[in-house]
């Protein structure tokens, strides 16, 4: 089955502390997987995919195939980081993407 | 720089009535998208659309649902006698190429409310 687990619905981390968001998938074949992202009143929008290896705004998620892992990771939370976190998969013949139920970040001053 | 947008951001309807959502994808995108989103719930695939066609769907999308490019601008999506459980957040999202490359631009969302 297709699948993309979050098990955080909510993470508080105080500013300046690391940050992870964990995300575990289940997909036969070798899938692309996202992190999106939902600030306040904005709309969905990407954060990073595995395939371009880019550090966005300072995050970054390391594919562990072994463990069926995308865990996104940040140094030093900011503020401005409060947010929606979406993971996401997508086949490489598919057009749908298969959303995580999100994690919300909520970054402490 | 471009985006999606969706008209109305609000849609409040009655039970077995007919929706029409409306989108405006990116203007120079090939491929189109309609997912839903129920309160609390996660953000779920329902169609995929290229070259005036369907070329992918989910469970979800049923009879009732249909999509149609009517012009060169917009992508809507209809459903056709809406039921209680249809209420939810449907976002459209175009890309310029498909499969896992083409990345997916998201609109701001269509709040339907069905009573």
């Known amino acids: 089955a297709q699948r993309v687990t979050q098990p955080e619905k909510l993470l508080s981390v105080f500013k300046g502390a690391p940050v992870e968001l964990k995300c575990n998938y289940s997909?036969?074949?070798?899938?692309?997987l996202f992190w999106y992202v939902q600030y306040s009143r904005q709309r969905l929008q990407l954060l990073l995919r595995h395939i371009s290896r880019e550090s966005i705004k300072g995050f970054t998620a390391d594919l562990n195939k072994g463990e069926t892992s995308f865990h996104l990771k940040k140094p030093f939370a900011q503020e401005e980081d409060s947010a929606m976190y979406y993971c996401a998969l997508s086949g490489s013949r598919d057009d749908k993407i298969i959303f995580g139920k999100g994690t919300r970040l909520h970054i402490l001053p | 720089e471009p985006e999606v947008t969706q008209t109305p951001s609000h849609q409040v309807t009655q039970m077995g009535q007919e929706v029409i959502l409306r989108c405006v994808p990116i203007?120079?995108?090939?491929?189109f998208y309609w997912y839903r989103q129920i309160l609390g719930q996660k953000v779920e695939f329902l169609v995929s659309?290229?070259?005036?066609?369907?070329?992918?769907k989910s469970e979800i999308f049923d009879d009732q649902f249909s999509v149609e490019r009517p012009d060169g601008s917009n992508f809507t999506l209809k459903i056709r006698s809406t039921k209680l459980e249809d209420s939810a957040m449907y976002f459209c999202?175009?890309?310029?190429?498909?499969?896992?490359?083409?990345?997916?631009?998201f609109g701001p969302g269509t709040r339907l409310t069905v009573l």
């Open positions: 203007s120079n995108h090939l491929y």
């Open positions: 999202a175009s890309s310029l190429s498909g499969g896992y490359s083409g990345t997916q631009y």
């Open positions: 997909y036969s074949g070798s899938p692309e």
């Open positions: 659309f290229y070259n005036n066609e369907i070329s992918e």
